[in-house]
């Protein structure tokens, strides 16, 4: 049974940083494309996206230059580093997953295409 489990996120202030983590069970990360996506309305965003076994990632350009994406696969855990945080990074984060071969490459870990999902953990940017 694929789960994933979001969490790490709070309350930060403008400019603060916070590293959020994924935590996967019933898979090995190995296997699989993860990614971090985040939601502030009705609009989901992708992030990042990492593909372990490849040591492959992708940003998207919102997290490009401030977020960085990585894996423990001993831990079976991916983690997304955020830095430089604003307010316009306020919203709710989530990790989803992909079998590795079911996505061309690590760029393609779009929202629609990723069957498993963890629950969201919510980061709050404000002073």
């Known amino acids: 049974d694929v789960q994933l489990q979001a969490s790490g996120g709070g309350v930060v202030q403008p400019g603060g940083s916070l590293t959020l983590s994924c935590a996967a069970s019933?898979?090995?990360?190995?296997?699989?494309?993860i990614g971090w996506f985040r939601q502030a309305g009705q609009e989901r965003e992708a992030l990042s996206c990492i593909?372990?076994?490849?040591?492959?990632?992708w940003y998207g350009a919102s997290a490009k230059g401030r977020f960085t994406i990585s894996s423990d696969t001993d831990k079976n855990t991916v983690y997304l580093q955020m830095s430089s945080l604003r307010s316009g990074d306020t919203a709710v984060y989530s990790c989803?997953?992909?079998?590795?071969?079911?996505?061309?490459?690590?760029?393609?870990?779009?929202?629609?295409?990723?069957?498993?999902w963890g629950k969201g953990t919510q980061v709050t940017v404000s002073s």
């Open positions: 019933g898979f090995s990360i190995a296997d699989y494309a």
């Open positions: 989803a997953a992909i079998l590795r071969s079911n996505i061309a490459t690590v760029k393609h870990c779009y929202a629609d295409a990723m069957p498993y």
């Open positions: 593909m372990s076994s490849e040591r492959t990632t």
